[in-house]
């Protein structure tokens, strides 16, 4: 942030886990607190940096129904945050949900599909001002061909 000083301070934890050999899960939290230290043109001291959400949590699910098939499912979440420096506008926090599913062709070829945003959650990830708010994506689906070797 352009404004003089800033500090955040925060705790993340993060957890991946084999639950059993064809299921996987990946999980995520964090808790920030970013502000503005040093008074400037920009902005007062005290004032919390925009875009930065208190709460964040991702969890990320992946079952393998056979050696070939595997699924996945998983939630990102975020708490409201500011749009702007002003911390006039918040943008509201937002849950979405995620899924895939995977393919594997031969080996060290893997298909994949993503469909983000399966219920169609209307959100704001993300704002260039207080009256320029970017809204999420809707639902989209997209696919990749993955060679390894």
Excluded: C
């Amino acid at each position: 942030m352009l404004t003089g000083a800033q500090r955040s301070k925060g705790l993340e934890l993060g957890l991946e886990r084999s639950i059993s050999d064809r299921w996987q899960v990946s999980a995520g939290y964090s808790w920030q607190k970013a502000e503005i230290t040093k008074t400037t043109a920009s902005a007062p001291a005290g004032r919390d940096v925009p875009l930065v959400p208190k709460h964040s949590f991702s969890l990320w699910n992946r079952y393998d129904v056979s050696d070939t098939i595997g699924l996945g499912l998983g939630v990102i979440a975020r708490s409201k945050s500011y749009a702007s420096i002003s911390n006039n506008v918040k943008l509201p926090g937002y849950a979405r949900v995620d899924a895939a599913a995977y393919y594997k062709l031969m080996l060290g070829i893997e298909a994949q599909i993503n469909v983000e945003n399966i219920f169609g959650a209307d959100y704001f990830p993300t704002a260039h001002s207080d009256n320029n708010i970017a809204p999420g994506g809707p639902r989209a689906i997209k696919a990749q061909l993955r060679f390894g070797f």
